[in-house]
């Protein structure tokens, strides 16, 4: 199993970018995928997760309504839509796989993703 996350970069306050994590070898039962972050300083925290199908998502309360979590199953992608960025949002995101029970589950317990990716830099300035 391998994870691939991408996207990010260097962004002005209020600006935008989105987060790609490509899942190779999720081939046997359910995975739910979720974005964590980890800002300097400061733990690793879980920021959103989506279901194996049917899109169930959740979103910690410092990124709802502005951050989307989708995922294209065609393409063994998850992405992270981050809109309204802040400077408070500066971290490595990493994406990670968590094997589930069932297709319209996902877990926010981060001792539950066993699978994850090599985490890719946002840096937010004002």
């Known amino acids: 199993v391998q994870l691939q996350a991408s996207g990010g970069g260097s962004v002005q306050a209020g600006g935008s970018l989105r987060l790609s994590c490509v899942a190779s070898?999720?081939?046997?039962?359910?995975?739910?995928i979720g974005w964590f972050r980890q800002a300097p300083g400061k733990e690793r925290e879980g920021i959103s997760f989506?279901?194996?199908?049917?899109?169930?998502?959740y979103y910690t309360d410092s990124v709802k309504g502005r951050f989307t979590i989708s995922r294209d199953r065609n393409k063994n992608t998850v992405y992270l839509q981050m809109n309204s960025l802040k400077l408070e949002d500066t971290a490595v995101y990493y994406c990670?796989?968590?094997?589930?029970?069932?297709?319209?589950?996902?877990?926010?317990?981060?001792?539950?993703?066993?699978?994850w990716g090599q985490g890719t830099l946002v840096t937010v300035s004002s």
């Open positions: 990670a796989a968590a094997k589930t029970y069932s297709a319209r589950y996902y877990s926010t317990r981060e001792r539950d993703y066993i699978y």
């Open positions: 989506i279901s194996n199908s049917f899109g169930v998502t």
């Open positions: 070898g999720l081939t046997s039962g359910y995975y739910g």
